[in-house]
């Protein structure tokens, strides 16, 4: 069987914070809070991995609360969460994310993040597509209050 799985997040942006997505530090002069390091694709990207397979979302797996969590790296997260995902049968065949930034122009950096996430959730570069979308000026992004992803992915399943 394959199954399919929708991930959203939204950080907002503060200065004296490092901006990290798919585990790539962007040059920024400010990043996204949070209490891990917030990168904000890596957890849209763990979101649509878990939902694949109603495994909750990653707030459940990885409360905020815990210090264990406090800036720890998402790709590590986002590890834990291929290895949930191995161990009840499933295999991720392809991710899609989408990063909404209206600042910094990301586009030069995305194959780097995309190398970053295929190497975490073991794929081949080519099962991984990572864009940027401006906000055009609109809204909460537009102002570049904070930064939001979305992603989908393909599991299949056995067993
Ligand atoms: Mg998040």
Sequence with gaps: MTRVGLGFDLHSLAAGRPLVLGGVTVESDRGLAGHSDADVLSHAVGEALLGALALGDL???????DARYRGISSLTLLRHVVELVTARGGRLLNVDATVLAQAPRLAPLLPE???????VLGLEIDRVSVKAKSPEGLGLLGRQEGMAAMAVVSVEVTG
């Design 59 to 65: 707030g459940r797996h990885f409360p905020d609360t």
């Design 113 to 119: 993040m995309a190398k970053r996430l295929a190497d």
